[in-house]
């Protein structure tokens, strides 16, 4: 058992700056009294560099990063970037390894890999995921890269939560939740994410078009998304049906002046420092 209640892990240096998530998420864990660790750049190649920190107390949170991995690692006529400017001195790829696919840093889809490669390790652990990818990738979605529809970013990378947007309350209130001992399914948070199924008792969800219908008629996805974000706007929750269950976003998080006031200013100030590895780029 790891000492730490909840582990962080991201795809690129940690760093303690209010552009990136992850300082501000891990202060706002630690004034709630959680202790927070954090796996940066791990081997995602091999399950057992997600081990080395232990197995944590409560969940393990996947950061994707501020930016869509997929845009990160191709370019718009979809040929591979070779650097990567998040990454120490650009550098796209772990260091003694040939510049292909399976070397990059930051894997194709980073929420889908790093979750499934928990997973084959730590069987039972809560894996939240949150950033672009958990948001942006939670309903059924057009992949440029690829040229298809895709399915639930919550299908592929079997995780059980996914955060909406700004994380900072959802995830405290996490946290909370499972330091309880309640299970992870009985979590209906605003602001997140699972899958369940049945279609949710409660009132106040919209039903989006079936990802097998958007899959078979592409046409189907302007709806989708017109009807997705008029739901959102009127703070309901959204349902999506995949084969036979179903992806649940709870209704959207508020964020009020004074959640805002607390996250940065309590919080923060954040020392605008990076890791360490970051020193080497400017010597």
């Known amino acids: 058992m790891s000492s730490y209640d909840v582990i962080l892990v991201l795809p690129y240096p940690f760093s303690d ?21 954090s796996i940066e750049t791990p081997f995602w190649q091999k399950s057992q560099s997600f081990t080395i920190l232990g197995r944590p107390r409560l969940f393990f949170g996947i950061i994707s990063g501020p930016v869509d991995s997929i845009v990160l690692n191709h ?11 998040y990454q120490v001195s650009g550098q796209a790829y772990f260091e003694g390894t040939p510049p ?15 979750a499934n490669r928990i997973r084959e390790v730590f069987k039972d652990v809560p ?9 942006l990738r939670l309903f059924s979605h057009y992949d440029f890269q690829q040229d298809k529809i895709r399915r639930s970013v919550l299908v592929d990378s079997k995780a059980d939560v996914a955060v909406i947007g ?15 001992g309640n299970p992870v399914q009985k979590l209906t948070i605003p602001g997140t994410a699972m899958m369940y199924s049945q279609f949710p008792a409660e009132k106040g969800f919209v039903e989006l078009p079936s990802f097998e219908s958007v899959q078979s008629d592409r046409s189907a996805l302007i709806g989708m998304q017109l009807t997705l974000e008029r739901a959102i706007s009127e703070g309901n929750g959204v349902v999506q049906r995949h084969g036979d269950r ?3 976003a709870h209704r959207p998080e508020e964020y009020h002046p004074s959640d805002i006031d607390r996250i940065y200013g309590q919080v923060t100030p954040v020392t605008t420092l990076d890791t360490p590895a970051f020193h080497l780029r400017f010597r």
């Open 17 to 37: 700056h209010p552009s990136f998530p992850e300082g501000i998420l891990k202060k706002a864990l630690e004034i709630e009294g959680f202790r927070v660790g």
């Open 75 to 85: 370019t718009s006529s979809r040929k591979r970037r070779k650097d990567d400017l």
């Open 100 to 114: 292909s696919i399976s070397h990059k840093i930051r894997p194709d889809r980073t929420a889908v890999v790093f």
């Open 127 to 135: 894996i939240i995921i949150g950033g672009l990818e958990a948001s």
């Open 166 to 180: 700004m994380g900072e309350k959802q995830l405290v209130s996490i946290a909370h939740f499972l330091k309880k």
């Open 246 to 248: 179903y992806v649940v």
